[in-house]
């Protein structure tokens, strides 16, 4: 029977974009105006692109419910649904009725919101606090239901320990943000001691939409009218049209600057990237690791295109746009791994039956590496199977 890893699904709070109205009111303060928090997972990197005099309200983004004169604006249900309780018994009978026996677990958009804080305990004492209220949520399902975590690099002593209490609490899995750290990249040997830690505890590295910063500098200058009609479709359009940048940056400082080669088990997950860059990104990299390239000899005993192969992992995800996801499946069995990102809109309650008719007619072995054998092997190579 092939053993079904679900490697992006999600948690949600009802109060996940209402800092001040739930567990964590006590660091609404800290964030000031919460109004602004949904517009900074959507759109921070270009809001903050911008000259400070230049920069939107973000209450233009997305308006509050109730206008000021007093008439309710209507929520689509796909929204609405993600404004419930949910109760992880209902969560492992879904995984059942599918068939999927294991899901990483993202925690909700607010976790991702700690770069507001400007103070580093105030950072660390939120994320603890997110992760938290996330193992608490999973606890009585910890052999099913694995909680991916948030650290800050900022201090490598607190963000281990902190990976060391979580993974104690059942997690497999952590989310870094896409940006040097400290004046360094993240592939400086200053933080083989994460990656090493990692390993150790049988856990994966995920790079998630809303942990990847695009970088526009003066391009997101486009003196934009906010006053004009339907502005914000263009302004929120071009703010997610790059999210992949800095996971590309982040890949390629750990290929070049030997963090594969020094960590040979270390396994980086890709998610809500989209995958459309995946195939050029490979291609790229076997050229550049030629050992007949005009860039001098190649320093590592394998080739680009191998490291990356083996040490990272993509999930597609037809909802945001992975039309031709059998196909990268097919030509980089190696890489793709399936994931539902269940109860997100993009994704889908019946994702397996989604690939349907294409993933039957993929030879069973690939079949059953997507669906599930290949991200267990990565977790077994460390020396802790997950399943």
């Known amino acids: 029977m092939t053993r079904i890893v679900d490697v992006d699904s999600h948690w949600t709070f009802p109060w996940e974009f209402q800092i001040d109205k739930g567990p964590l009111k006590r660091f609404g303060a800290k964030f000031g105006d919460t109004s602004g928090v949904l517009a900074f997972f959507m759109a921070a990197d270009l809001i903050y ?108 002593d ?12 059942g997690s497999r899995s952590f989310v870094v943000r896409t940006e040097p750290v400290n004046g360094r990249s993240l592939a400086h040997t200053h933080f083989d001691r994460v990656w090493a830690t990692a390993v150790e505890l049988g856990m994966v590295v995920t790079l998630h939409i809303g942990n990847t910063p695009s970088h526009f500098g003066d391009w997101g200058r486009i003196d934009w009218e906010y006053t004009g009609p339907n502005w914000q479709g263009g302004f929120l359009r071009m703010a997610n049209c790059q999210n ?37 990104f490979i291609r790229k990299a076997e050229v550049l690791s030629a050992k007949a390239g005009p860039w001098g000899a190649w320093p590592y005993p394998l080739s680009g295109g191998d490291y990356l192969r083996r040490n990272v992992r993509v999930t597609p995800l037809p909802g945001l746009g992975d039309w031709n996801t059998l196909d990268l499946v097919k030509t980089y069995p190696e890489m793709m791994v399936f994931s539902s990102d269940y109860p997100h809109t993009e994704g889908n309650a019946d994702p397996i039956n989604l690939y349907r008719p294409g993933l039957d007619e993929l030879p069973p072995a690939i079949r059953e590496s997507f669906l599930g054998e290949n991200m267990a092997e990565c977790f077994a190579r460390t020396g802790d199977p997950v399943v």
């Not at 000021?68 to 995984?95: C, N, S």
Request: charged share 30%.
């Open 49 to 156: 692109s911008l000259p400070e005099a230049e920069r939107p309200d973000p209450k233009l983004f997305y308006p509050p419910r109730v206008q000021p004169d007093g008439t309710v604006k209507v929520i689509p249900d796909h929204w609405d649904r993600q404004r419930v309780a949910l109760d992880p018994r209902d969560r492992v009978e879904w995984m059942e009725r599918i068939g999927i026996d294991y899901c990483l677990v993202n925690p909700g958009g607010y976790a991702a919101l700690y770069p507001l804080l400007d103070e580093l305990k105030d950072r660390q004492a939120y994320i603890r606090e997110c992760n938290d209220l996330l193992g608490d949520a999973l606890a009585d399902h910890a052999d099913k239901l694995g909680a991916i975590v948030y650290v800050d690099l900022a201090d490598l």
């Open 244 to 280: 992949h940048q800095s996971a590309e940056l982040f890949l390629n400082a750990c290929l070049y600057g030997g963090v594969f080669e020094r960590h040979p088990k270390l396994t980086v997950l890709v998610a809500e990237l989209w995958t459309g860059w995946i195939p050029n």
């Open 158 to 169: 607190w963000a281990i320990a902190e990976l060391r209490r979580m993974r104690a609490r």
